[in-house]
């Protein structure tokens, strides 16, 4: 299981500071501010994901830019992102996103649709379909919560058992991300519901770390502790 720290809005510094104490993996919801991001800390060695919704007319910067995409939704917007990503880049990562409650201000595709589309994606040169993306409806209701993303799960599997190498479930925020992991994720998102902020305190730990999960990498003395904006959720 692999923590995705959501770093929209997160000056480039604080990434950097991030980076420097483990974390890798960074999500950007906006195409210009990721693309820029992205742009200056190009020497850092990390992975990208875009994880907001792409319009059209925005598919070649995150084609030429990110490693990960995990909202498709269309088969449009897949055939255009692999026609803009270069054959000198490896193949773009995606997921498709599935709407697994059904909501209908919620983008996806529903849960009989996904077949179709993979089996598409699947033969898209220059994407790599890796799994299955979903975000369910708010819930204080834990068995509902959890119920979505062993739905989500169920799906994957079954797309699996037709013959496709799929490897990820993308499912779980800060506030429901041990529902996802019970239910098979492979990566969470920690949301930008908190502040970096930097100290040297070894008392704290890294931003990412809260929730009690580890990382693969050594830290450094560099440590993040979190504090919440009035209005935050808990």
């Known amino acids: 299981m692999r923590l995705l720290a959501v770093s ?5 510094e604080d990434v950097r500071a991030a980076a420097a104490a483990g974390q890798r993996a960074f999500g950007e919801n906006y195409v210009q501010e990721g693309v820029e991001k992205i742009a200056a800390l190009g020497d850092a060695g990390l992975e990208w994901h875009f994880i907001g919704p792409l319009q059209s007319n925005k598919t070649r910067p995150v084609a030429e830019s990110f490693d990960w995409v995990h909202g498709i939704d269309r088969l449009k917007i897949a ?5 803009q990503r270069s054959g000198d880049l490896a193949p773009l990562n995606v997921c498709i996103q599935v709407n697994v409650s059904g909501e209908a ?9 996904v077949p179709e589309l993979a089996r598409a994606i699947a033969v898209l040169p220059q994407l790599r379909l890796r799994g299955l993306m979903c975000i369910p409806e708010p819930s204080t209701d834990q068995s509902l919560v959890r119920s979505r993303f062993a739905a989500l799960r169920v799906l994957r599997d079954a797309l699996v058992a037709e013959g496709m ?3 990820t479930l993308s499912m ?14 492979t990566i969470v ?4 519901t908190y502040s970096m902020v930097r100290t040297t305190n070894e008392n704290y730990l890294p931003w990412w770390r809260q929730h009690g999960h580890r990382t693969d990498r050594r830290h450094d003395r560099t440590r993040f ?5 009035p209005g935050d959720r808990a």
Request: proline fraction near 4%.
């Open 189 to 192: 998102r920690l949301l930008n």
């Open 225 to 229: 502790r979190c504090t919440r904006h």
């Open 8 to 12: 929209k809005t997160k000056p480039a």
């Open 105 to 113: 201000s919620k983008s996806g595709v529903t849960p009989v649709e």
């Open 165 to 167: 190498t799929l490897d």
């Open 79 to 83: 055939e255009r992102l692999s026609s």
């Open 172 to 185: 779980g925020m800060s506030h429901d991300l041990e529902a996802a992991i019970a239910e098979g994720a």
